[in-house]
């Protein structure tokens, strides 16, 4: 029993197999080609296969397709060849244009060539001297380089297909893409002809007046001016050039961004800025850069290496007031020239924009340099005046001195400090021994440089110093000088006082040094942070835990 039941059941599965498949030879019924007309008609007996040769005004007809021709022949097997003024008119929306037509009926794959070969649809004409078309997946392919052209686009390649369903071109070899407003060379590239869409794969570089584009992969829309680029992606302009693993730009909306190692750098201000991500805001002219932000500034003989939670670069008024001045001159200009409004482009002068460019660091702000370091909470730079200044309890170290200050502004010419205003509560300290400490306390100081070396301070109010005296002769400590006034000029050599000027009613002490204990020495709001100075340029990613620094400073016991 069971056995005869295996039987039926396999009787029953052959049954439905040979019905799938005469189904499906059913479904795949190849229709004949039909002859429409002809001027005239003969059998050529030389040829075979039945062929019949066809002359004049031939037309044939292959379901929703209609072929044109000067002369053909037709062949039992459903195949044709047609020769001179060749036309293919697909469902009255693809046409196809050559001097040559093979033809194979029950495949529906359509051979053209000549001297020039067209495929036209509502989307674009393609042009070359030999195009297969696979009529049953609407698919057009050439491998003797093309020429496409599609809404302003014109595309070029050694090897192309076209889904003419799907809308759909696929280019391989030497493509490049000509737009009005740029040229894309590329390996690999595939087009959407309804979105106006581009995906490239391989080297693959943009160019245009603004810019030059580089990648390896990505995809750009040209409808929308929205594209991705990835993999050793980097966009260079006059002025900059930026670089990451990923680049996003959307030129309508003005915004751009860029993912992981990215960095730009501006050849004019000589200075590079690196991190995690990068936020480009066009009509605001703003760039703000975050995750392990770093700006390195290239000076003559030294390099400024700062890092700070967020780092933002803009301009300042003046770079705006000036620009609205410039378009105007420049529309002013083009007014009688032919040509849309788009077309007239004002480019600011380097050395305006250079002049007025502003960079913001937020949160954690620590420097090095091989001259100076510091840290504080913010920072603004300015290149119109080279100014620095650090704000909220910022702390610098010049060679052998300290500087504290609830404000710090710092003049740079050059790339070397020659002015130092600090203003509240100033303090500047440096160690004499590891218990005995030169100090300089006021109100406000001003401090001067040359070649980077502080040279002079002006104390304005409250002034207050110590500082030990060395014995010329044998350098040893000879005694200690203590004094007040409320303005002190005081004159630096080798990181030592010279000498020293008061002004208003001065009053100073000089102690001999077995009088004194170091710590009767000490001014009031003294610290000393020599553990937070950075002394190479990866110690600016280290920023020990102190939320509120008079909490947390280190003072002599």
Not at 490 to 515: A, C, F, Q, T
Not at 536 to 553: E, G, L, R
Request: glycine residues 6%; aromatic residues 14%.
């Amino acid at each position: 029993m069971t056995i005869r039941i295996k039987y039926i059941s396999e009787i029953i599965l052959t049954g439905m197999f040979i019905l799938f498949i005469h189904s499906q030879a059913l479904s795949q019924k190849v229709s004949k080609v039909e002859i429409i007309n002809a001027d005239s008609f003969e059998y050529d007996e030389n040829l075979g296969n039945g062929a019949k040769r066809l002359l004049g005004n031939v037309q044939f007809k292959h379901d929703n397709t209609l072929m044109f021709a000067d002369s053909a022949y037709y062949y039992d097997n459903n195949s044709i060849d047609a020769f001179g003024h060749i036309h293919i008119n697909q469902g009255d929306s693809t046409h196809l244009y050559g001097d040559f037509l093979k033809y194979n009926g029950n495949q529906k794959i359509a051979l053209v060539n000549g001297k020039t070969v067209t495929l036209q649809d509502k989307e674009l004409t393609l042009t070359t001297t030999q195009i297969d078309f696979n009529m049953a997946g609407n698919i057009a392919s050439y491998t003797q380089k093309g020429k496409i052209v599609t809404k302003g686009n014109t595309l070029t390649s050694q090897y192309g297909y076209y889904y003419s369903k799907t809308k759909f071109l696929f280019f391989k070899n030497d493509v490049i893409l000509v737009n009005p407003d740029y040229t894309m060379y590329s390996d690999t590239l595939k087009y959407n002809t309804v979105t106006e869409t581009a995906f490239f794969n391989g080297p693959t570089k943009i160019i245009s007046k603004s810019n030059r584009i580089y990648c390896e992969n990505g995809w750009y829309n040209t409808q929308t001016d929205k594209a991705q680029f990835n993999r050793n992606a980097w966009i260079k302009t006059k002025e900059q050039l930026l670089y990451g693993d990923s680049l996003y730009y959307d030129s309508k909306g003005g915004i751009g961004r860029a993912f992981n190692n990215v960095a730009i750098e501006d050849s004019t201000q000589k200075i590079k800025i690196k991190g995690g991500l990068l936020q480009y805001f066009e009509n605001e002219e703003k760039t703000i850069v975050t995750d392990k932000a770093v700006m390195i500034h290239y000076f003559k003989d030294d390099t400024l290496y700062l890092h700070a939670d967020t780092l933002k670069a803009s301009y300042d008024s003046t770079y705006f007031a000036l620009k609205k001045i410039k378009e105007k001159e420049a529309a002013q200009k083009n007014e009688n020239k032919k040509g849309p409004k788009s077309e007239i482009k004002v480019q600011m002068e380097d050395s305006i924009a250079a002049a007025h460019r502003l960079i913001f660091a937020y949160n954690k702000v620590k420097f090095f340099k091989q001259d100076l370091q510091g840290l504080c909470d913010s920072l603004v730079y300015g290149s119109a005046d080279s100014l620095m200044k650090l704000f909220k309890k910022p702390i610098l170290w010049s060679d052998a001195n300290q500087l504290t200050a609830e404000f710090i502004n710092i003049k740079l010419y050059e790339g070397e400090i020659y002015q130092l205003n600090m203003l509240n509560d100033a303090f500047i300290v440096s160690q004499y021994d590891s218990l005995r400490y030169n100090q300089i306390k006021g109100k406000k100081m001003f401090g001067y440089f040359k070649s980077n070396e502080l040279r002079k301070i002006d104390v304005k109010g409250n002034g207050e110093t110590v500082y030990y005296v060395k014995d010329d002769d044998d350098g040893s400590l000879s005694g200690v000088n203590k004094a007040e006034c409320s303005d002190i000029s005081i004159y630096v050599k080798d990181d030592k006082v010279e000498r020293l000027k008061m002004y208003n009613k001065p009053s100073g002490i000089m102690y001999p040094p077995e009088n004194v204990k170091p710590q009767e020495m000490i001014l009031k709001d003294f610290s000393w942070y020599q553990e937070y100075r950075p002394l190479k340029p990866d110690d600016i990613f280290t920023w020990k835990a102190f939320v509120n620094m008079n909490n947390k400073k280190k003072k002599l016991k």
